[in-house]
């Protein structure tokens, strides 16, 4: 990486000016304005305050020793307070392109990660109905930090964890016998209880379950467990798991939390909490904003077993069980964590929505005392709307809007595109009208039409030219337009930009890239289009400028793959653009 070279320079010459300093890190980065060069170098700035000296007078001493055996710097200045800004020899660039050439469909990928097991947990929708909205924004969160891992060098598995255990299930499955009954004429009817679940869909489990043999007959007590299994199977299988892969998303484990139980994994989590010393017998205190009554004859204090999560952070402890004995979600949470830990997963990342934001602390706190690593993304809700007014569906269950009704209208490029126009902790305006539009004011339309111009000015030039794009180290020098060499210096982020996002978790981090870049290309195409064209008369200049277009190519097919979104190499021309093979 070029930018590593540079900093190998820097470190050599700050070691002999200052040889009995201790190493710090420093800033290697592209300034703000091109003008400056192409590194903006901190060096000076950082050592000096080590050095107890002046920052300007350090950065002359610095330079004043910088070796440059491979010839990669033009020129070196000294700026403001002590900045080094550092310019390259256009050939650095030129040849620093061939990587492209050489990686292909892997040009982005890093070894940043170093085969780190990571898991990332992300979906995780209750079993109980469709999938709505906001679990699509999760959903597309969690697969593009699971593909950015993976690009970045991580071991990464991929879990759904399905919540089959605990009163949320029994609702449904009371529900589907009460829908049941409706369904089978002769049998004493079952009413539906008002925090029973109301969707249409409930009548398509029900009829499912007596095709299969149920018997809506017989008491809820007696059949509750196996109906439960059928309905939450059915519902995954049925809702969940395609809309899923309408919408290309893929996990490696679906992992039912009612193991956990049979096979008590809680009570082997508690056991290494307890050999850790972080559990302890308390009387907590009551939920913040309530009192407990003291004139209440009924209530009897009573010491709970809790995790010490306050040793990690949070701000009271933590109960593991009830004053019932059952074991509280917290505990369950604590059991599935301590089981991704045991399968010898170092670093574990959960994707959430925003309404588990209190839950964080404790969670990640009660993972640091298993020994283990866990981060949280929390995502904000999704507002649709439609040419910027606010929209509803027309069709719905029970009060949300299904995901599948939102892939069916806007596609599922476009909302994968649209869910991570923003940070996941912002909320998000997603607009149908725009995601529906085909010219350059859709966001992933504009990427997806750049990759397939670059495919038409290929297509061009094999078809009608003979000519194929291939690297030639001779006659990359012919590309010297300043926006040639700053397309150079854009392409060669991208294993940069992917390894920074997935350091960071933050997919949005390769819609913005991507954006910029064909905005640059674009721009590029543009200018030149009548003086300086793709194909012409100069055969140095046309190789080398139909490699550059390959080469932007490839990096929009990565970026894209990232991303999880289709690079088509024909589309229909936006109305205020050319048509991509006049281009050339």
């Known amino acids: 990486m070029i930018r590593e070279r540079v900093r190998a320079i820097v470190a050599a010459a700050v070691a002999k000016v200052l040889p009995d300093q201790a190493q710090a890190e420093f800033q290697v980065e592209p300034p703000r304005q091109a003008e400056h060069g192409d590194f903006a ?35 070196v200045e000294i700026a ?6 550092i310019r390259l020899r256009k050939g650095v660039w030129h040849r620093a392109l061939q990587v492209v050439w050489k990686e292909r469909d892997g040009f982005g990928r890093s070894d940043a990660g170093q085969g780190k097991r990571t898991m990332v947990e992300f979906v995780s929708a209750n079993p109980t109905g469709p999938m709505h909205v906001g679990h699509g924004r999760g959903a597309v969160i969690g697969d593009v930090v699971a593909n950015l891992l993976e690009w970045a060098g991580y071991q990464v598995a991929r879990e759904f964890y399905i919540n089959d255990a605990g009163g949320q299930v029994w609702r449904l499955a009371h ?28 009548k398509e489990v029900a009829q499912a379950w007596l095709e299969a043999g149920g018997d809506p007959a017989q008491p809820f007590a007696t059949i509750r467990e196996p109906l439960r299994a059928f ?40 056991r290494l909490l307890d050999d850790k010393g972080v559990t302890a017998m308390e009387i907590l205190p009551p ?52 089981d991704k830990i045991s399968r010898g997963y170092l670093r574990l990342i959960n994707v959430w929505g925003a309404d588990h934001g209190g839950y964080v602390s404790r969670m990640k706190a009660a993972v640091q005392a298993m020994g283990g690593e866990l981060e949280i993304i929390l995502f904000q809700l999704v507002n649709l709307m439609k040419d910027g007014q606010p929209f509803k569906m027309s069709k719905r269950a029970a009060n949300y809007v299904t995901l599948r009704e939102l892939l069916e209208t806007a596609g599922a490029d476009a909302t994968r595109v649209f869910f991570l126009l923003r940070r996941g902790d912002m909320a998000l305006d997603f607009d149908l009208g725009l995601a529906q539009k085909r010219d350059n004011t859709n966001p992933v339309f504009y990427v997806q039409y750049g990759h397939a111009r670059c495919a038409a000015i290929l297509r061009k030039a094999r078809e009608e030219k003979g000519l194929e794009a291939r690297w030639d180290a001779e006659v990359m020098e012919a590309l010297q337009l300043p926006e040639e060499i700053d397309l150079i210096k854009r392409v060669l982020l991208l294993p940069e930009l992917i390894a920074h996002a997935a350091a960071a978790l933050e997919p949005h981090k390769v819609v913005f890239y991507l954006q910029e870049t064909i905005a ?40 894209l793959r990232v991303l999880g979104v289709s690079a088509p190499d024909r589309m229909d021309a936006p109305e205020d653009a050319a048509e991509a093979d006049e281009v050339a």
Not at 80 to 85: A, D, H, K, R, S
Request: aromatic share 10%; net charge negative; hydrophobic share 40%.
């Open 41 to 75: 170098v901190n060096a000076a700035l950082v050592f000096a305050k080590i050095a107890k000296t002046n920052p300007r007078t350090l950065a002359q001493q610095i330079v004043d020793q910088l070796e440059d055996p491979d010839h990669l710097i033009e020129k």
């Open 80 to 85: 403001g307070p002590g900045f080094l800004n």
């Open 175 to 202: 529900a589907v016998l009460a829908r049941a009954t409706e369904l089978r004429p002769g049998v004493a009817p079952v009413a539906l209880d008002a925090e029973d679940y109301q969707g249409e869909y409930i």
């Open 231 to 270: 309905a939450t199977r059915w519902v995954l299988q049925n809702l969940i798991q395609p809309d899923l892969e309408m919408f290309g998303i893929r996990f490696d484990k679906f992992f039912s939390e009612k193991t956990l139980h049979d096979e008590n994994r809680l009570e082997a989590a508690i």
């Open 287 to 338: 939920p913040k904003g309530q009192e407990r009554d003291p004139h209440d004859d009924e209530f009897v204090e009573k010491p709970l077993k809790v995790v010490k999560t306050t040793r990690f952070g949070d701000d009271r402890d933590r109960p593991l069980f009830k004053t019932t004995g059952e074991p509280t979600y917290f505990a369950a949470d604590i059991a599935y964590h301590f």
């Open 520 to 559: 640059q290309f674009h721009g590029y195409y543009t200018k030149y289009k009548k003086t300086e064209r793709v194909i012409s008369d100069d055969p140095r200049k046309t190789a080398a400028r139909l490699y550059l277009v390959w080469a932007v190519k490839q990096t929009l097919a990565n970026g």
